[in-house]
């Protein structure tokens, strides 16, 4: 058949020059890759967000038996732990406390019902944690870990049958508990450089000879290793002798491993950021395994890091978004009730404008985090398998919620700083690092992995074309590069124009019903299209090298990820009522994130080597333009939703444990619900310039005023006061510090 014109004279020499520049996808890239779908994330990437997508989507719900696990053994294994006494005295989670844990099915939230669990759906798995988590962050991670990527997730998805009936009735009761042994000790972010090895050989096994592999690990880091019974160990499986076929370097593999097996080693423990959950390093010598304690059999032996790969993009998208939206709640009630009971220069310091700069900050990264929590796990229930959405989650609710506690610190001040069982703020402040740690360290998440997988996943052609380049057989590979290249062009061109008409008109794409957010909705459009354009000259002017040019895939993925959270903000909003007393919220997170999408898409352009692409990029999207955060304006009525009780606020901080009324928290409650009832009294007295005595005197009070404004004053005093230690405490604390003086003549 004759070749086209367009393709011999044209596609050809682009597909030649195309094979140089592209990145190639090296057999496990491209396994990682299809371990997952896209979402939403895809429609951004298009230029062309089609909302109805995101506007059909079911708002999660829980159904009643969520709803009785929450109200009964949630509430009832958190009034079992107290985080101070597991932080500075015991080291552990009481007895007790793990009983309750096994008995009542916590391990098993994933697990369907048919094999013992509780078969919850992945929103009331994130509601369990955010639950547990507003209260202490050792017992969330407790429960999170057996539920998220380790031996349970990765048995669902690719156990064989009899291991899904061996294993997951005793994971889901606790009888067995599992910890997940990824990291090296000389391999942490590049878990693939990992030394730890499996041998195949042949070995003895419940009093048989059987094949199997002879492992040998040193992993460090690990959550619940000093306490399980049994390890979701990945490690380098090799095959020298050719037992098992002809591959010798079989490749990263995922086994069961009994921790009673000879050999095994657990025990010992980390200290994470003084955070006492269980976590410690794990090591392994000539440990004998048989071949079917591979997870998926043999035949998923070398499949390893596809697996953890779709594992992770469950389990990243739920446990530490929700540890990180109960964080943030935390940080907004806390933040906006103490700025209101906080007096200073005779005025509630949330009456401050720099105190309401944070204090915004806070709530809208709460409102955003939770949206993005809500819409990731509506469609993880939905069945995808969200690679690059569960990465943006993890980086942005990890991030934010570093930047609202320490937001919250900055307002508590003093109070925030002295630690003791009064200080509410400073079990999360230590827990931040780890979160911005664990599951894909942040830098490495945002640096490598949001945009540099995201882009190969989300965009509508390069996959394609990349697959289409790899086709070994040359006219196959031109015949489909010609197809998919095209409709790139085109895609291309339409975007350009796109991009350039909303950026100068305005005109973006919004839903003919959006109503009072239908400004955001147009914005978003614009950026999304500004974006497409930007990222695809990214890939025509530095292709394959672009996965080394970590800076601009950074802040491409941060426009990525900021259009996946104004995206959320916006569902929540329609999801909750369209509730017009939020839209400040809404605003406030829109005009952030829009600011932010300005300036990567800015900073993107001014770092491309080709200094053209500025020249052509700059006068169609105009990206330094409307790059202004959140107005003054909007900036205090944020504040001031957070300041004051209203239902807004309830909706921003719900679902949290109820706290002790004798707890920091507690008795900030108290202190907040007084000070607000007594507030006529003292809007009195400060317009009269009285002290509550002077008012008194005066007649401006009643003596039930006086009264009523002292228990409001001595509730205050109690929140602002601090912990303080008798020496004899202390030495309960530091059992060493009596016997030493740094005095040299009290030593003699
Ligand atoms: C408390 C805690 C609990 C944990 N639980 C578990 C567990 O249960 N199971 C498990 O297997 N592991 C666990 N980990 C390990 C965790 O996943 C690793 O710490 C993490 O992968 C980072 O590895 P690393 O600490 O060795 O840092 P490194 O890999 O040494 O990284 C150091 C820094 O370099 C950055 N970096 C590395 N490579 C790049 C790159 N190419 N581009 C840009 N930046 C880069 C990283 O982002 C990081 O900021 C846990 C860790 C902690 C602290």
Redesign the pocket.
Known sequence: MQMSFRKRYLTRPIHKWAKGVLPTLSATEAEAINSGDVHFEAELFSGKPDWAMLRNMKAPQLNDEETAFIEGPCRAFCDMVDPWEIDHHTGDLPAEAWDFLRENGFFGMIIPKQHGGLGFSAYAHSEVVRYIASHSVVAAVTVM?PNSLGPGELILQFGTDDQKAAWLPRLASGEELP?????SEDA????SAMTDDGVICTGQWNGEEVLGIRLNWA?R????SPVCTVLGLAFKLRDPDGLMGETEDIGITCALVPTDLPGVEIGRR?L?SGTMFQ?GPTTGKDVFIPLDHIIGGPEYAGRGWMMLMSALAAGRGISLPSLSAAATAMAAHTTGAYSRIRTQFSLPIGLFGGVQEPMARIASSAYVIDAGRRLTTAALDEGHKLAVISAIMKYHATDRMRDAINDAMDVHSGKAVIDGPLNYLQPIYRTIP?GI????????TR??IIFGQGAIRAHPHLLKEMQALQEPDEDASLDAFDTHFWAHVNHSVRTTFRAGWSAWTGRGNAPSDAGKVAPIYRRLSRWSAAFALTADMAFLTLGGALKRK?MISARLGDALSEMYLIAAALKRWEDEGRHEADLPLVHHAADTGFARIGRALDETIANMPAKWVGWVLRPILRPGAHTRGPSDKVTEAVAKLVYEPNASRDRLVWGAHPPKPDSGLGLLDTAFKLVLEAEPITKRLRSARKSPREGLDAGILTDAEFEQLKRAEDAVQKVVAVDEYAPEELAQLFPDMNRRSTWPEAAE
Do not use: Q, R
Not at 179 to 183: E, I, N, Q
Not at 221 to 224: A, F
């Open positions: 870990v910890a997940f042994g990824l990291t942490g972010s590049d878990a992993k880091y690990i959550t619940l980390h994470p976590n780890i740690t664990v599951e894909g360290a942040n830098i490495v640096n490598l970590e």
